[in-house]
């Protein structure tokens, strides 16, 4: 039977947007319902994403690293330690035998790469629109989402939830999930040394939870400290 798209994926953020370069890439038909706008997107602010060399690797499969590259700072040694012990743990990217171990970019430049892709042209991004509900016919997925005031239905054969925690796709099918409090929050900083950084990476594991400083571009410094909640 006909559809509208052969692939629907609700949820645009980084996992959603590149799962769809991916399947775009294989020349698949998808579509992203996305409930905020390109200029609101909660997932691609002033935050920063540490990437790991695989997942480096994988973007750049995806020819996604010219423009993240820009913006994206090599992480070249790391340093891990424990509070109350003596000592820490160095790894460095010349001991791996690789460039580097990782990359630290602002999740606003990984936004910017997705949409300015080539084969982003063959995505198409719905949004702001949210998933209302979805039933099944045949072989096909009906998948309702509003835009505005208005309602329209989608036709696929695969949906993917990559709309978050409290995810609405999830919610539909009955998929559940569970929580953990941890009774913790992450204050995140950006900030600026009175040092060249150097690439490197520090973790410090505290009672309250780690604390680390990640390398940026520009000399800058991202830093996530876990505290427990007051």
């Known amino acids: 039977m006909q559809t509208d798209f052969e692939i629907v994926i609700v949820g645009g953020g980084m996992v959603g947007g590149v799962l769809a370069q991916a399947l775009a890439s294989d020349g698949w038909q998808v579509a992203v319902v996305e409930a905020a706008s390109k200029e609101a997107s909660p997932s691609f602010d002033e935050r920063v994403t540490a990437l790991s060399e695989g997942s480096w690797r994988y973007l750049s499969s995806l020819g996604l690293v010219t423009e993240i590259g820009k913006h994206a700072e090599p992480i ?21 035998g690789v460039a580097a171990l990782g990359r630290v970019v602002a999740n606003r430049h990984l936004q910017r790469a997705l949409m300015s892709q080539p084969v982003a ?27 505005g005031e208005s309602t329209r239905t989608l036709t696929t054969r695969l949906l993917v939830a990559a709309d978050g925690m409290n995810s609405a796709v999830c919610q539909a099918v009955g998929i559940k999930t569970r929580q953990i409090d941890y009774e913790q929050d992450a204050i995140i900083a950006r900030v600026m040394p009175a040092r060249a950084h150097q690439g490197i990476a520090f973790e410090r594991f505290t009672d309250s939870g780690p604390l680390a400083v990640l390398p940026m571009h520009e000399g800058q410094c991202s830093v996530v400290w876990t505290a427990w909640r007051e």
Do not use: W
């Open 76 to 96: 070249r040694e790391v340093r891990v330690s424990d509070r109350g012990y003596l000592g820490l743990t160095r790894i460095t990217a010349a001991e791996m």
């Open 121 to 147: 042209k063959q995505i198409t991004y719905i949004q702001p629109a949210r998933f209302v509900g979805m039933s099944e016919q045949a072989d096909l997925l009906s998948v309702e989402i509003r835009e």
